[in-house]
């Protein structure tokens, strides 16, 4: 157990704090730290998981750079962005209230905060076929054994490797995991920031505009954030035609990171193991739904 006050007086200089645990998110214990009138957020991942938030916070504080608020992470006395010990960092907190995207004008400012993100990102266009540069390699592997597990996962996987691999697609910076809640709108300044950037990599722009329509329920209910971000984005009309087959990218990377939770019996997040189940269940289904590219 991390005392965090401990921590942030021997780290950060920090003392007389106030620190309370923060509910939510399935991959990390998060706590609101309170120091001189200024509130942080402190975060702790699985050692594990040190690598991938080390890389988020250094995108964090590019793209804070570039004014996308991001939550920025505060580094340590001697200079660090985390204590690779405890897998600590320190963030900037970002005010206001975490958004649904279940009305339209919310839609509308996930779409405008995401199109930011990406065109902030020097967006290029890309081959996705690189044999060193795989996007999401680790995830859309057939042959991991907790794929081979689901017979049905590892064909999903050799699928959508199959239709997206070969296109010639806009790269650019990618937040990964763009649910509404990730998105703090500030109702007295107007602005709305994006946080939880662990993840956070460059790759194809379609894959953040395919997680935010799996996570607003379909493109159906997420019309108003398509809308909006076909208008502000960095990606063509053409380009759009494609939405379909990351869909399906993203409901495999779904699934597989259900998969290796299920296997591992996985509870991070203060989450059952029936939740995992369900998980991985939800992103067969959604699968089903959105129907084989091959046909």
């Given at each position: 157990?991390?005392?965090?006050?401990?921590?942030?007086?021997?780290?950060?200089?920090?003392?007389?704090?106030?620190?309370?645990?923060?509910?939510?998110?399935?991959?990390?214990?998060?706590?609101?730290?309170?120091?001189?009138?200024?509130?942080y957020v402190?975060?702790?991942?699985?050692?594990?998981?040190?690598?991938?938030?080390?890389?988020?916070?250094?995108?964090?504080?590019?793209?804070?750079?570039?004014?996308?608020?991001?939550?920025?992470?505060?580094?340590?006395r001697d200079g660090r962005i985390a204590l690779a010990d405890q897998a600590l960092v320190l963030l900037e907190h970002v005010p206001g209230r975490e958004l649904d995207g279940e009305t339209d004008d919310e839609q509308r400012r996930i779409a405008a905060t995401l199109a930011a993100v990406h065109r902030a990102g020097d967006p290029s266009s890309e081959q996705s076929d690189h044999s060193d540069r795989h996007f999401m390699a680790e995830w859309l592997d057939p042959g991991l054994p907790e794929v081979t597990r689901h017979p049905w996962l590892a064909e999903a996987v050799d699928a959508v490797r199959?239709?997206?691999?070969?296109?010639?697609?806009?790269?650019?910076?990618?937040?990964?995991?763009?649910?509404?809640?990730?998105?703090?709108?500030?109702?007295?300044?107007?602005?709305?920031?994006?946080?939880?950037?662990?993840?956070?990599?460059?790759?194809?722009?379609?894959?953040?505009?395919?997680s935010a329509v799996m996570y607003l329920g379909g493109?159906?209910?997420?019309?108003?954030?398509?809308?909006?971000?076909?208008?502000?984005?960095?990606?063509a009309p053409e380009e759009m035609q494609?939405?379909?087959?990351?869909?399906?990218?993203?409901?495999?990377?779904?699934?597989?990171?259900?998969?290796?939770?299920?296997?591992?019996?996985?509870?991070?997040?203060?989450?059952e193991q029936a939740d995992n189940e369900k998980g991985l269940d939800d992103a067969r289904r959604r699968l089903a739904e959105i129907g084989d590219g091959r046909r």
């Open positions: 157990m991390i005392d965090v006050a401990a921590t942030l007086l021997s780290h950060w200089g920090m003392d007389s704090v106030a620190v309370r645990p923060l509910e939510g998110g399935m991959n990390s214990d998060t706590w609101l730290v309170e120091h001189d009138g200024t509130a402190a975060k702790h991942v699985p050692a594990t998981a040190l690598d991938d938030l080390v890389a988020g916070c250094e995108v964090a504080a590019s793209l804070a750079d570039a004014g996308v608020v991001t939550g920025r992470p505060v580094p340590t199959a239709e997206t691999d070969r296109l010639t697609l806009t790269w650019s910076v990618l937040h990964t995991d763009p649910a509404p809640e990730a998105f703090v709108h500030d109702d007295s300044t107007g602005v709305t920031g994006l946080i939880d950037w662990a993840g956070a990599r460059r790759g194809p722009v379609l894959y953040d505009v395919a493109p159906d209910h997420g019309r108003a954030f398509l809308g909006t971000y076909a208008e502000r984005g960095p990606l494609h939405l379909d087959a990351f869909r399906r990218m993203r409901e495999a990377v779904q699934g597989v990171y259900f998969a290796r939770r299920v296997t591992a019996r996985d509870l991070t997040g203060g989450v």
